[in-house]
Nanobody, 125 residues
């Protein structure tokens, strides 16, 4: 089992920046990939970014490319999401996720077995 706890959400004006962190505990040695997803009110959960734990390969949704950066800190068992040039449409609950199986589709939420409780990000216009 892997436990995930997100932090760093909050309220920011459009154009601003926020940094989300996700701390993993438990069987962290088994993690293959960690990702961030988000869900806005009335919308389905959508992929934001992911990073493989070993090789550090990164994946991004087109909507956040060039604005968000995902990174991992293996020593601290954590993954961060640096968000800049934030837009009101980035407003959502952001969830950290992890999986311990090799996957070629880290963009799919069904690939992930472990989820955090989420952290709210609100971008005002």
């Amino acid at each position: 089992q892997v436990q995930l706890v997100e932090s760093g959400g909050g309220l920011v004006q459009a154009g601003g920046s926020l940094r989300l962190s996700c701390a993993a505990s438990g069987r962290t040695s088994s993690i293959y990939v960690m990702g961030w997803f988000r869900q806005a009110p009335g919308k389905e959960r959508e992929f934001v970014a992911a990073v493989t734990w070993g090789g550090g390969t990164t994946y991004y949704a087109d909507s956040v490319k060039g604005r968000f950066t995902i990174s991992r800190d293996n020593a601290k068992n954590s993954v961060n999401l640096e968000m800049s040039s934030l837009k009101p449409e980035d407003t959502a609950v952001y969830y950290c996720a992890a999986d311990d199986t090799v996957t070629r589709t880290p963009q799919m939420s069904v690939q992930y077995d472990y989820w955090g409780r989420g952290t709210q990000v609100t971008v005002s216009s």
